[in-house]
C-alpha cells in the first residue's frame, strides 16, 4: 500500500512540475525592409499651342526678296520684306513705308503710307464674310469721292476730281471671307508711286 502511495506521489509530482515550466518563447520574426515603390511619372502637361502667325517658310514663300519696278522706262530693283498679317502676305520695301494698323467700324485695316508722299498709301481690310458684290458696293460707299468704277480685272478704279488723287481696288476671296488692297496716290505721280503700288499689291496672297 506504502509503494502504491509513492509512486502515485512521484506520479503527481511530475505532472505538476511540468505544468509549472513556461514554453520555450521563439525569437520575434524579423522585419524585412519594405522596398519603395517610385511614384508614376504624370506625363507632362500638354501646354496649349502659341497662337501665332506661320513663318514665311511656312507659307512657301521667301522671308525677303527683290521688288522689280519699271519707272520712266528705267528697271529699278528695291529689297523688300514679307509682312505676315492676319490671314494674308504682302512684300513690303525695307524703306520708305510706315506701317499703321487700325479698326474702322469693326474692320481690322493695316496701312502702309509712305514716308515719302503722305499722299501714298497701301491698304489691307478684311472685311469679313460678304460676298464679292457687298464687297464692291461696301467700298464704293466708303470711298465715295473717287466715283470708283468697275476695271477690266474686275477690281474698281476712279479718281478724286477735288484733291487729284487715284485709287485702285484689288479683291481677293477666301473661302467666305473677303480681302481688300486699296492703293492711292496724286494724279502727277502715277507713273512712279502708282506703278510701285501696283507691283506692291500684286505681291499680297491670302493663306490658304
Known amino acids: 500500500m506504502k509503494k502504491r502511495y509513492l509512486v502515485w506521489t512521484l506520479l503527481l509530482a511530475l505532472v505538476l512540475s511540468g505544468c509549472g515550466q513556461k514554453p520555450e518563447t521563439q525569437p520575434p520574426a524579423k522585419e524585412e525592409p519594405v522596398a519603395e515603390q517610385p ?50 502676305s504682302i512684300y513690303i520695301p525695307d524703306e520708305g513705308w510706315k506701317l499703321e494698323k487700325d ?43 473717287y466715283g470708283l468704277v468697275e476695271d477690266k480685272q474686275g477690281g474698281l478704279g476712279g479718281t478724286d476730281p477735288e484733291d487729284q488723287e487715284m485709287m485702285e481696288v484689288r479683291f481677293y476671296p477666301a473661302g467666305n471671307q473677303m480681302y481688300a488692297v486699296l492703293y492711292e496716290y496724286p494724279v502727277e ?9 501696283g507691283v506692291i499689291a500684286d505681291t499680297f496672297e491670302i493663306m490658304k
Not at 45 to 56: K, Q, S, V
Not at 104 to 115: F, H, L, N, Q, V
Open 189 to 197: 505721280a502715277a507713273e512712279g508711286f502708282g506703278t510701285r503700288l
Open 103 to 145: 479698326m474702322d467700324d469693326g474692320i481690322p485695316e493695316d496701312t502702309w503710307e509712305s514716308a515719302v508722299n503722305h499722299d501714298v498709301e497701301l491698304r489691307v481690310l478684311h472685311l469679313g464674310e460678304k460676298t464679292l458684290e457687298e464687297t464692291k458696293a461696301w467700298v464704293t460707299a466708303a470711298e465715295d469721292d
Open 39 to 88: 511614384a508614376a511619372e504624370t506625363p507632362a502637361e500638354t501646354l496649349p499651342a502659341e497662337d501665332r502667325n506661320p513663318t514665311a517658310a511656312e507659307l512657301g514663300r521667301e522671308e525677303k526678296k527683290d521688288l522689280m519696278f519699271m519707272v520712266e522706262g528705267m528697271e529699278e530693283a528695291v529689297p523688300a520684306t514679307l509682312y505676315i498679317g492676319q490671314g494674308y
